[in-house]
């Protein structure tokens, strides 16, 4: 989840959509970048350990555009395939 809010962080949309699950993966991605991610906070996770090959990561991530400030609260799905961790969807 950090590695992705990095990513978004710094306009690397490659990076997302590789690590973006083929079954759900959009054929491509363009990140607004007047939106500026400032923040990260991990709410709470469920699974997603070592042992585990899926796990849910609750979030609130902070942005700042030409709007004003806001953020996006999400719970996202991963899922571990080929000892790689790969988001799936918000639930």
Do not use: K
Not at 24 to 51: C, F, H, K, N, Y
């Amino acid at each position: 989840m950090r590695s992705r809010f990095s990513a978004f962080a710094v306009g690397d949309a490659e990076y997302l959509l590789r690590t973006w699950h083929p079954s759900t993966a959009p054929g491509e991605l363009e990140l607004d970048p007047a939106r500026r991610w400032t923040r990260l906070d991990i709410l709470g996770t469920v699974r997603g350990s070592m042992l585990d090959t899926e796990g849910i990561v609750e979030f609130r991530a902070w942005f700042r555009s030409p709007d004003g400030a806001g953020d996006q609260h999400e719970s996202s799905r991963f899922v571990r395939e080929g000892g790689r961790w790969y988001y799936l969807d918000a639930l």
